[in-house]
Structures are given as structure tokens and as C-alpha cells.
């Protein structure tokens, strides 16, 4: 049996051409957009790190917030809270969907902004 590498390990293959090959050898424009490049993988190996978790654990909180939830999909649950939301049935007075909320936009901020000084200020409270 051939074990293949991992997507997170091969876009890590990547990363590593890029910041120690690559970038070194560029100037100005082109070590820009190599920058750009390396951040744009690190958000992936983050996200693919993260991604199983983070969907569990939104699919759980939609769940609790949604009591007609069974067998719906995270998108249909999503959907349905946008529509609540929308309705005015689900608002900002609601504790659990603003607890929901924050915690959806924490684990995104995480992923695609971890160096965002807010997201340390969400951690704290």
C-alpha cells in the first residue's frame, strides 16, 4: 500500500519552496506577491487544521439554537438562521445566538486572521 502525503503536508511542501526557495531569491514585485503567496498557504494549513472542529462544533451550536434541527445540514441550519434572523424571530437579545455568533467568528478570525489584536480581545472575555 503506497501512503500518499496529506494535502496539509503537501501544501506545507509548498510554503517551505516558497519562504526558504523562493521568496530569498526575489526582489520587489515578485517578493510580494510571494509573501502574498506564503500567507495565502498558511491560512489553508490553518484552515485544513481546523476545519473538521470548527464545523462540528458551529453544527452543535445551531443545533441547540435551532430546535427543529434533526437530520439538517450545517448550510440548511445556516440557512434557517439567516432566515430568523432576517424574520425578526432570532435578535441581537438573544444570549445563545450571540454567544453562536461570537464563537462562529472567533474560530474564523483564527483561521483567517490570527494576528487580528481583537481576536485577542474576544479570547479574554
Given at each position: 500500500m503506497h501512503d500518499q502525503?496529506?494535502?496539509?503536508?503537501?501544501?506545507?511542501?509548498?510554503?517551505?519552496?516558497?519562504?526558504?526557495?523562493?521568496?530569498?531569491?526575489?526582489?520587489?514585485?515578485?517578493?510580494?506577491?510571494?509573501?502574498?503567496?506564503?500567507?495565502?498557504?498558511?491560512?489553508?494549513?490553518r484552515d485544513l487544521d481546523a476545519r473538521e472542529a470548527n464545523d462540528g462544533a458551529e453544527y452543535e451550536r445551531l443545533k441547540a439554537l435551532l430546535p427543529d434541527s434533526d437530520g439538517k445540514t450545517r448550510q440548511a441550519l445556516n440557512e434557517e438562521l439567516q432566515g430568523r434572523i432576517r424574520s425578526g424571530e432570532l435578535t441581537i437579545a438573544s444570549a445563545a445566538l450571540m454567544e453562536h455568533l461570537k464563537k462562529t467568528a472567533i474560530a474564523q478570525l483564527k483561521v483567517d486572521q490570527p494576528k487580528y489584536s481583537g481576536l485577542a480581545t474576544a479570547l479574554e472575555d
Amino acid at each position: 500500500m503506497h501512503d500518499q502525503p496529506s494535502v496539509s503536508e503537501l501544501v506545507q511542501a509548498v510554503k517551505n519552496f516558497v519562504d526558504h526557495s523562493a521568496m530569498p531569491e526575489l526582489k520587489g514585485r515578485a517578493a510580494f506577491h510571494a509573501r502574498v503567496a506564503s500567507n495565502v498557504l498558511a491560512t489553508i494549513l490553518r484552515d485544513l487544521d481546523a476545519r473538521e472542529a470548527n464545523d462540528g462544533a458551529e453544527y452543535e451550536r445551531l443545533k441547540a439554537l435551532l430546535p427543529d434541527s434533526d437530520g439538517k445540514t450545517r448550510q440548511a441550519l445556516n440557512e434557517e438562521l439567516q432566515g430568523r434572523i432576517r424574520s425578526g424571530e432570532l435578535t441581537i437579545a438573544s444570549a445563545a445566538l450571540m454567544e453562536h455568533l461570537k464563537k462562529t467568528a472567533i474560530a474564523q478570525l483564527k483561521v483567517d486572521q490570527p494576528k487580528y489584536s481583537g481576536l485577542a480581545t474576544a479570547l479574554e472575555d
